[in-house]
């Protein structure tokens, strides 16, 4: 892996919104995606600072939601989270009554995870507060850009998820 | 900002890696950014384990590096941190002998930040690394769609820093 990637391109450390300029760190997309990243965090922290959610919980519940039955291996590849840390959120879901661990009919060695009618609920109020952290930053971004940065994204992400496997 | 983004769209959340559905949660590109963002900050964080740096410490170094004189303010602006960590990063960098804070000659209020030669030469090595971990995520990425993925994060960026102001 020491080859450098065609990918990198002295051009692309030109676009930059401040009045600094990025430099070499302009050819790692890391940086950018760290920086609006910590921004997008900070702002879905703010929003649900009362409920004191750890990170990852509200991701977590959403694809419990979206796949019954999922276990927690396949929860934390699609999430992105180290497997212990799924754990712990998959602990304190249960904790909360937000979701239930059940015994898989097919394998009884692993758990299956269901929303529960009152992890719904705080769902639908979670997304509400998701959709207006994240609004304030892409409401300048056209659907077919969203389209677009949404497929490069999980592209790349495709390629992690396969690196580390 | 209770206004649902135009940018949101079902189509969007087809678009996924696993075997899993993301459910209403693709319809967030906060999440796609965040899993990405995790993994790479995990290969990064191997690769320089041995070094023990704190998160954040190698893109400020590197906007330093390419902004002599900046002040703190920028540089905690430009990299989106907080000022309070952004302090923190600066006083380790000072403690390694990377940089150092100078009197600003414009205004004596505010420190003007400076490399050493010490911490150009620990910055070519982190690049090195930092290279070697994106790598292996970006290298199906062509140059084209590196250059449209950061221009719409670096557009997303620029909308965080003027909501923050």
Avoid at 135 to 158: K, N, T
């Amino acid at each position: 892996m020491a080859v450098k990637s065609a990918a990198r391109s002295k051009e692309i450390s030109q676009a930059q919104p401040g009045r600094l300029s990025l430099g070499r760190l302009g050819d790692f997309v890391g940086f950018r995606l760290r920086r609006v990243q910590n921004q997008l965090s900070r702002d879905f922290a703010a929003a649900t600072a009362a409920q004191g959610l750890r990170s990852g919980l509200f991701s977590s519940l959403a694809i419990i939601a979206a796949n019954p039955g999922v276990s927690q291996n396949e929860l934390s590849r699609e999430v992105g989270l180290d497997k212990s840390v799924t754990v712990t959120i998959v602990d304190e879901l249960e904790k909360f009554g937000w979701a239930k661990r059940e015994r898989s009919p097919t394998d009884r060695r692993r758990h299956a995870l269901f929303i529960t009618p009152e992890g719904e609920a705080h769902l639908d109020e979670l997304f509400g507060l998701v959709g207006q952290a994240e609004d304030a930053v892409l409401h300048q971004l056209s659907p077919a850009e969203m389209h677009v940065l949404s497929e490069l994204l999980d592209r790349m992400y495709a390629a992690c998820v396969r690196d580390d496997s």
